[in-house]
C-alpha cells in the first residue's frame, strides 16, 4: 500500500466513525423529542415498535462505530510501520485512539441505556395515570 492509499484508507474509515457517531445521536435525539411530545397519543404497539427500532438502531451504530474505529486504528498502526512520521497520527502514543474508541462506546452505550430508561420511566408515569 502507498502512503497516498493508507493515508486515504485513514481518513475514509475515520470519516465513517464520525458519521455513525453523528447518526447514533440523531437518531437517540429524535427518540427522545417522540417519546417526549408524544408518549401520550401512542398506542403501545407503536410505542413499543418505536423502542425496539431505537434498540436495534443503537445497537447497529455501536458496534459499526467500534469496529469502523479498530480498523481506524489498524491503518494507523501501518502507517507507523511505514514510518509515516510526517502524519500526526502515526507518531502518536499507541494508547490514545483505542482510548478515545472506548470512550466513545462508553459514552453510546450511557446514552442508549439513558433513552431507553427515559421511555420506561414515562411508559411507567403513563400506566400510573
Aim: hydrophobic content about 55%; overall charge negative; aromatic content about 16%.
Amino acid at each position: 500500500m502507498t502512503e497516498y492509499e493508507a493515508l486515504d484508507a485513514f481518513t475514509s474509515h475515520m470519516q465513517l466513525v464520525h458519521v455513525y457517531i453523528a447518526s447514533f445521536v440523531s437518531v437517540t435525539s429524535a427518540f427522545l423529542v417522540v417519546v417526549h411530545l408524544a408518549s401520550k397519543q401512542l398506542p403501545n404497539l407503536i410505542a413499543n415498535l418505536a423502542l425496539a427500532l431505537y434498540l436495534f438502531a443503537s445497537i447497529f451504530f455501536l458496534v459499526n462505530f467500534q469496529r469502523s474505529f479498530t480498523m481506524t486504528i489498524a491503518i494507523r498502526d501501518y502507517m507507523a510501520s511505514a514510518n509515516m512520521s510526517w502524519y500526526p497520527a502515526a507518531t502518536e502514543p499507541q494508547w490514545i485512539m483505542p482510548s478515545t474508541m472506548w470512550i466513545g462506546v462508553i459514552v453510546m452505550f450511557v446514552l442508549a441505556s439513558g433513552a431507553i430508561w427515559y421511555f420506561l420511566s414515562k411508559e411507567k408515569v403513563l400506566s400510573d395515570i
